[in-house]
Each structure stands twice: as C-alpha cells, then as structure tokens.
C-alpha cells in the first residue's frame, strides 16, 4: 500500500472523537445541533422540489433566487448590503470556511485566532499549510483583547478570524470591540473571515454586529454564515458566503473545482427558510430558557464557575475549583452519565469544559442531577 500524502501527518478533527453517539444510557451535552426537527414547513419545500424532478446539475453559486434571498436576509437582519452575484452557496459553512481560507492565505501565512476558538478551524487551517497563531480571549469574560490582537499582527500575518457569537465560550463581542478589530485590520491590511453562523442567537442587550457592516468593512471581510444551526437544518449541509468581488470569484472557482454545487432540490428550501422567522424566534424562546435552567444548575456545582453565556447554546464553565482537570472532570462526568467535552482538547481551553444546551430540557435535567449525585 502506497503512502497516504504528508498532508495528513498530525492533522486533527477537532471535537470529532467526542461527538460519536455514546450508549443511549449516556446524556449527550456534546453536540452543537439543536434538538429541534427541521420546521415542516422547509421539509415540504424540499419534498415539492424532489417531485418535481429538481435534482440535475444548476448554477454553481446556488439559483439565483436562492442568492437574491441571502441578499435580501442580510440586508434585513444584518445590515450586510450585497447583490446576489456576491453571494455563494456552500455545502455547510464549514466548506465556506475552508474556501474563505484558501482565499486569504498561501502555505507559512498567519492566521489570528481568538483563543479558545472552535475545534475545526486549527486543523482546517493546517491542512491547507496556514499557521493559526492563538491570541487568547479575557479571561472573565471571553472577549477580546484588543491590544494583544495588535500585538500579534506579524508581516506573516493575513487574516484575522472571528466568531461572534462565540464557540465554545457563548460570548457575544459589544460593536466597539467588533469595531477595534475592523481598525486593526484596516491599519494592517488584513482579511477578516467573520464565522456568524449563531448571528441569531444572542441573548444579552447588544446586537450582532457584523464587520461587513461598518465602513470599510465589506472591502475586507468574507462573511460565512448557513442554515444548521437557527433553523436546525445540520444535515441538510448548507451555508453561505459573501464577500468583496476578488474573494466572491475565488469562493465560485473554489467551488467548482471542488463540490460543484449544493443539491438543487434543497435550494428553494433553503430560500424559503430564510424567511421562517417565526421558527427561529421559537426555537430561540426555548434555548432561553435551557440556557437558563443550564446555567443555574452548573452554578451551583461545588468548584464550578460558569461566565455569563452571552449567544449561541453553549456554556464554557471554569472547573479548576474541583480540583480536577477538564480530562479528569469529563472522565468523571462520564462515568457518572454525562458526556461534555474537556476543553483543553483546544489551545487556550484548559481548566474549562463545553457544554452545548441545545439538545432538550429533559437531557439537561437528567445530566444535571447525574453530576449532583457524583459532585454534592
Ligand atoms: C463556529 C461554527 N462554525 C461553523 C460550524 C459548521 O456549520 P455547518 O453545519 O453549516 O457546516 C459550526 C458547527 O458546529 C460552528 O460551531
């Protein structure tokens, strides 16, 4: 058997090992997928659509009514003004993301990451032979620190990577910081790829705020967002991006040199989603309220300090006051039934662990009273 290239040496897949189904007897606080079916009224869409016969080859970027609805969605949500020529369809934003970085990096570029970032951006980033460069994030609050951002800018340094809200750490940056960071590209000349991929789950009183947005910011900035996450559509694989025109021509070679195109059928369901808000505003009324029951219950673990959960469903909970590592304290959670994930498994994570309280309230009842009885 030949050798498998050197490309491979090494590289991670981020959380991948601990999102594999455990026994049905374990609580899964693992997986960023929401608990929620896809709306029916999106299914019905893509079953009209497959009756239909719409399942040959089409347009690269995705139909042009599907392109002109991200348009139209980024206006009205965002503040993002983009035509439907500068919007790409991709399969899932994790594809987009890996465009956006073969578009703004050669092999030996930096890349600034906010530390600690989601799993898959480091090895995505390594594989196409970037270098992430880690700046942590403030420690009681996980929002940058701008200074330290500057600091790390080199003549290697290419692009800067955002994503707010955050995974894992839920923060949601104020626009002054999303601001101060445009500033430091601007005055660097840099990229900004902007994952907001949890644009509509924020739960303090300042908005999203996109660096597309600002001024001088559209020159500068690839926006990836998609469909997984505030319409629960994970498997459905679709997301987006936008972009200046260089970088939009690079997304639409990337992808025809790559996956062609997302399935035709699922493209006037995705169109129509975009306009599902009343979906999004009731899964949102419920993440509330788990985010809530999660984070009382986390709070009152012995030597678990968990920071304010600003967007997104997921908690980043301090457990050095156990006395215990993340590995330890997963290892530990786990016997006693509940699956999470240490977060030292990612640069800048150590001492905390993840969980995501997207699934249902039964499971975060379940998991919370499972680590009671193992920590009271
Ligand atoms: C920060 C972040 N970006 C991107 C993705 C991937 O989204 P998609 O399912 O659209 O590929 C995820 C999924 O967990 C995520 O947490």
Known sequence: MPDISARFEGLGVGFAPYLQPPGPEIVRWTVGEPGFATPKEILDVAI???????????????????????????????????????????????????????????????????APSWASYEPMLEFIGAKPVHVPVRKDNFHPDLDAIREA???????????????????????????????????????????????????VDWPHVSPASLPGGMER???????????????????????????????????????????????????????????????????????EIMKNGLSELPGVRVIEPEGAFYIFADITGTGMTDTEFADGALEAGVQLIPASLITGGEGFIR???????????????????WLL
């Open 48 to 114: 009209g659509e497959l009756e239909a016969g719409n399942t040959k080859y089409t347009r690269g970027a995705g139909s042009m009514e599907l392109c002109q609805g991200v348009a139209d969605y980024l206006s009205k949500h965002h503040e993002i003004e983009v035509s439907a020529e500068d919007v790409v369809v991709t399969p899932g934003a994790k594809q987009a993301m890996l465009y956006s970085f073969l578009i703004t990096t050669m092999p030996g570029d930096e890349v600034i990451l906010l």
């Open 153 to 203: 800018v080199t003549d290697k340094t290419r692009m800067i990577l955002l994503n707010s809200p955050c995974n894992p750490t839920g923060a949601v940056f104020t626009p002054d910081e999303i601001r101060g960071i445009l500033e430091i590209a601007v005055d660097n000349d840099l990229w900004i790829v902007s994952d907001e991929i949890y644009s509509r789950m924020v739960w």
């Open 221 to 291: 900035t690839i926006v990836v967002n998609g469909w997984s996450k505030s319409w629960a559509m994970t498997g459905m694989r679709l997301g987006f991006l936008t972009g200046p025109p260089n970088a939009v021509k690079a997304a639409i070679k990337s992808q025809a040199n790559s996956a062609s195109h997302v399935p035709t059928f699922m493209m006037e369901a995705a169109r129509v989603a975009l306009s599902c808000d009343g979906s999004v505003e009731e899964f949102n009324l419920e993440y509330k309220k788990r985010r």
């Open 355 to 373: 969980v995501s309280y997207a699934t249902n309230e039964d499971a975060i009842h379940e998991g919370l009273s499972r680590l009671r009885s």
